[in-house]
């Protein structure tokens, strides 16, 4: 059973239009926190993995604005995998969810956007340390 406070995929509205469809993300409206800061991965080479780490107070919610890549989570008890691969969708890692995105595929685009500004103590980039934590 999946609770609020977990990993889980979220659909953002889509507008179609035979000129290109759209979607939209607002804070607390799609993704339930006010929107701080924006960065994006890209150019990832082959077989490399990005961002095994945790946050101890930020949210975060991943798009993949081109291509696809997976997310794997773990809440220190269970570990899953998302892929995503559709611009309308985004994945909501809470705070305390270490997260790693790996299998990229060619010019594929991570969009992340964050609960908060960036804060080198908030960082938890061990997973030992990670469990510890919780």
């Known amino acids: ?3 609020l406070n977990e990993p889980r995929i979220i659909e953002l509205p889509k507008i179609c239009d035979p000129r290109g469809n759209l979607s939209v993300i607002e804070s607390f409206k ?3 926190f006010n929107i701080v800061r ?3 991965i890209y150019d990832v080479p082959a077989g490399k993995i ?3 780490h945790a946050f101890k107070s930020q949210d975060e919610f991943i798009i993949a604005l081109s291509g696809s890549f997976d997310v794997v989570t773990n809440n220190g008890i269970n570990e899953r995998t998302f892929h995503l691969a559709r611009s309308f969708q985004g994945l909501y890692i809470p705070h305390l969810t270490w997260r790693e995105l790996n299998n990229f595929s060619t010019n594929s685009i991570a ?7 960036y804060c080198e103590n908030d960082y938890i980039e061990d997973i030992e ?6």
């Open 50 to 52: 990005r961002s095994g």
């Open 1 to 3: 059973m999946e609770t």
């Open 129 to 134: 340390q990670f469990k510890s934590h919780l």
């Open 111 to 117: 969009l992340v956007l964050s609960s908060g500004l």
């Open 38 to 40: 924006a960065y994006w």
């Open 30 to 32: 799609n993704i339930p």
